[in-house]
């Protein structure tokens, strides 16, 4: 979704909400990642003291396989964003959204960050205690003597 943020950026204390979401052929980009739904996001635009923020929040639930066990699951996740977006800068910015022509891609944002802010390992939960390096068993479900 573009946003024109010409009437944020020339008025303080103005605002604009949106809400949308990131489409399944969209996500279909991601390598590595499989999406069960699309990725849903809320959020404002708003000028504070002639700074225009972006804060919003995305919502999205994914398949994965317990890098540990190998158990298939979905799991819900939900992050807040916060960016302050500027017309343009005079030298290379990573902190700053750049809104070339007063537009903005919030589906684009809002993919880059959350694409950044998943986790490298992936758990059925945070204590998974994977599988025995011997026989395999699931070590969440069943004990085995292996080890000792």
Known sequence: MNMDLRRIFNNTDSKADFHGEITMEEL???????????????????????????????EFTLSIVCDRCLKELEREYKYDFRHI????VNRDEEDFIIAKDHRVNVNEIALSDLLLELPTKLLCRDDCKGLCTVCGCDLNETECDCQK
């Open 28 to 58: 279909e980009r991601c390598n590595g990642y499989t999406f069960a739904k699309p990725v849903k996001y809320n959020g404002v635009f708003y000028n504070r003291a002639d700074v225009v923020h972006m804060d919003y929040s995305v």
């Open 85 to 88: 977006v500027v017309g343009s």
